[in-house]
């Protein structure tokens, strides 16, 4: 093994150069995480925020229906697949009803990734990732109950953001 390697590689400078600019090559034409600054980094934690604060926290529900697409699908480790009415049915009867005892989720800021995706070289989606926790709240103090990670597809439709899949999984209960 050590002499194919040094026939390929000891004072070989023209095969060094080549790995070195195909490396370079396939770096500067893949994809990766956006930046936290991003406009697209930047919309999509907005969009997190309109699903999680506005509609899972505050019970704003009239927010969730224009940000999820007709073919949207969810995907839970514990509670199954569900379609778009379904979810949408989900968060109204079993998210928000119970004033006394609210379920609250808290996005782990750090966790929070997005990955864009493109089809010659024009903008049609993204991956966004991350890790939440939940919390009771009970006579607005918060008892920590869980955490998971989640994963969104975002597909750009009409200029507009719109939520096609979700994965949800890893669900933990937290440790005392």
Known sequence: MKQLF??????NFLLKLLL??????TSLFSTAQVSRNSDLFKTLKAKDSIIFERTFNLCELEKLPSIINDDFEFYHDVAGVQNKEAFLQSVKNNICPNKEEKLIRKLDKNSLTVYPLKNNNQLYGAIQKGKHY???KKEKE?????AALFTHLWILKNKKWKLK????YNHLPIQN
């Open 165 to 168: 899949r979700v994965l949800s």
């Open 20 to 25: 070195l600019i195909w490396s370079f090559l």
């Open 142 to 146: 918060l008892q920590p109950t869980g």
């Open 134 to 136: 939940f919390f009771i």
């Open 6 to 11: 040094d026939f390929f590689f000891k004072g």
